[in-house]
């Protein structure tokens, strides 16, 4: 990536692929910090609290990386961007420093077809692999 991604927000269920994907990007050092969320509600809260106009977050300078996983129980990725987008049409969100990547063990033609009407960077295979992340 050509600038340094300031911190990586990561939404996904499953423990092990979450602590072991967050442990993968801590040595990559592509970000100065990786969050973890197991849970879709508390993961979409802190991205809503993260954004709100006016916090610190949205007044620093640099990209968060928010990965989020398209199977959830509760709301998957495109749920949470849905959420977010919405909120962001109210003014009760600034989207400007976040940069999204949906993540799911399950890419097929019916996802590629939807993400592509979200403003994400792209679709990502899990398990995230080293060479993954470098693109």
Do not use: W
Not at 30 to 44: E, M, N, R, T, W
Not at 74 to 87: P, S, V
Not at 112 to 118: D, F, H, L, M, N
């Amino acid at each position: 990536m050509a600038q340094r991604i300031r911190t990586i927000l990561f939404i996904d269920d499953d423990q092990i692929i979450g602590l072991v994907s967050k442990r993968l990007l801590e040595q990559l050092e592509i970000a100065s910090d990786v969050q973890l969320f197991h849970d879709s509600y508390l993961g979409l809260a802190a991205l809503e609290s993260r954004y709100q106009p006016g916090s610190p977050h949205v007044q620093q300078a640099g990209t968060d990386l928010v990965l989020l996983d398209l199977d959830m129980p509760g709301l998957g990725g495109f749920a949470i961007l849905d959420q977010l987008l919405a909120r962001q049409q109210e003014g009760n969100v600034s989207l400007q420093q976040a940069q999204f990547v949906i993540i799911s063990a399950h890419i097929g033609e019916k996802e590629i077809k939807k993400a592509a009407s979200y403003p994400i960077l792209g679709l990502l295979d899990k398990p995230i692999r080293p060479n993954s992340c470098s693109s």
